[in-house]
Nanobody, 131 residues
Framework: QVQLVESGGGSVQTGDSLRLSCEASGFRSDAYCMAWFRQAPGKGREGVAYISSDGQTRTTGFPKGRFTISQDNAKSTLTVYLEMNNLNTEDTGMYYC???????????????????????WGQGTRVTVSA
């Protein structure tokens, strides 16, 4: 059974940094797409950053170069990180990691930007940024 567990959220001040982690387990596929989504209060989930099993990454326009996604797949458990720098109040929300198992990593670059593209989700970790 696929399990995703996020951690690292918290309450910080404008300009601070946070690193979110997502531990993924329960699957054996070598090819996957993983992503971080943010859900601001009263809004839907929007993609923040994406990474595929071959290490290719993408970020959306919203973080404007402040966020970096990375992964550690050398261990038995896959961990995906989201490094968030220079946080501002607009970054406040719940952050979710998501996983899609695919036939090959190149599929991730052909799409997999919407929340509906992912069928495995973590419970989320809350980030609150105050002025």
């Amino acid at each position: 059974q696929v399990q995703l567990v996020e951690s690292g959220g918290g309450s910080v001040q404008t300009g601070d940094s946070l690193r979110l982690s997502c531990e993924a387990s329960g699957f054996r596929s070598d090819a996957y797409c993983m992503a971080w989504f943010r859900q601001a209060p009263g809004k839907g989930r929007e993609g923040v950053a994406y990474i595929s099993s071959d290490g290719q990454t993408r970020t959306t326009g919203f973080p404007k170069g402040r966020f970096t996604i990375s992964q550690d797949n050398a261990k038995s458990t896959l961990t995906v990180y989201l490094e968030m720098n220079n946080l501002n109040t607009e970054d406040t929300g719940m952050y979710y990691c998501a996983l899609a198992l695919v036939p090959a990593a190149r599929y991730c670059r052909a799409g997999y930007e919407r929340s509906t593209d992912y069928n495995h989700w973590g419970q989320g970790t809350r980030v609150t940024v105050s002025a």
